[in-house]
T-cell receptor
Framework: DSGVTQTPKHLITATGQRVTLRCSPR?????VYWYQQSLDQGLQFLIQ???????AKGNILERFSAQQFPDLHSELNLSSLELGDSALYFC??????????????FGEGSRLTVL | DQQVKQNSPSLSVQEGRISILNCDYTNSMFDYFLWYKKYPAEGPTFLISISSIKDKNEDGRFTVFLNKSAKHLSLHIVPSQPGDSAVYFCAANNAGNNRKLIWGLGTSLAVNP
């Protein structure tokens, strides 16, 4: 158990809809990262928040947005969903804002299926 | 543009033998490398890392070797155990790009009893 909690574990929705994925980081971790893993794709970095502020942005579509709340949990909002958005979405956390130098602790992921 | 490449999608080894997983990178700005292991239905877990100032880092059965001139790193698992069967991701930290981790596509390792 990494200590990172993601909900929901599975989500099935239709094209054009909007969903929200939730992540609670490990106790004490200030950084939250969102990753997308599609079939035949590695882990694609979407966005990082540190203590409520956006810290780094990756390949995140304009239809997607995220935020980190004062209690440090984070939400990833996916809107106008397309079939290609079907993927496993991982949240990870770390203590430091640099993140990449230390280990990231990943949640179990939220599997999104868009029909 | 895949800056971190794991050219073998899968690898199968016998229990007790050595597993060697390879990773190549293209960006000379990468200065820190990590290996993560992922079991089905779980998130990746950190395994071992190496800084570019070193050429080897060892942790129990796991050793990572870095060859900067060849822009190549490898993960050695000795001896391999069935519980090592998982997908292994190589990741590189880009010192010149806000420290984003760049990930390979993973290698699926099967250790056969």
């Amino acid at each position: 158990d990494s200590g990172v909690t993601q909900t929901p574990k599975h989500l099935i929705t239709a094209t054009g809809q909007r969903v929200t994925l939730r992540c609670s980081p490990r106790s004490g971790d200030l950084s939250v990262y969102w990753y997308q893993q599609s079939l035949d794709q590695g882990l694609q970095f979407l966005i990082q928040y540190y203590n409520g502020e956006e810290r780094a942005k990756g390949n995140i579509l304009e239809r997607f947005s995220a935020q980190q709340f004062p209690d440090l949990h984070s939400e990833l909002n996916l809107s106008s969903l397309e079939l290609g958005d079907s993927a496993l979405y991982f949240c990870a956390s770390s203590v430091a804002w640099t993140g990449g130098l230390g280990e990231l602790f990943f949640g179990e992921g939220s599997r999104l299926t868009v029909l | 543009d895949q800056q971190v490449k794991q050219n073998s999608p899968s690898l199968s080894v016998q229990e007790g033998r050595i597993s060697i997983l390879n990773c190549d990178y293209t960006n000379s700005m990468f200065d820190y490398f990590l290996w993560y292991k992922k079991y089905p239905a779980e998130g990746p877990t950190f395994l071992i890392s190496i800084s570019s100032i070193k050429d080897k880092n060892e942790d129990g059965r796991f050793t990572v070797f870095l060859n900067k001139s060849a822009k190549h790193l490898s993960l050695h698992i000795v001896p391999s155990q069935p519980g090592d069967s998982a997908v292994y991701f190589c990741a590189a930290n880009n010192a010149g790009n806000n420290r984003k981790l760049i990930w390979g596509l993973g290698t699926s390792l099967a250790v056969n009893p």
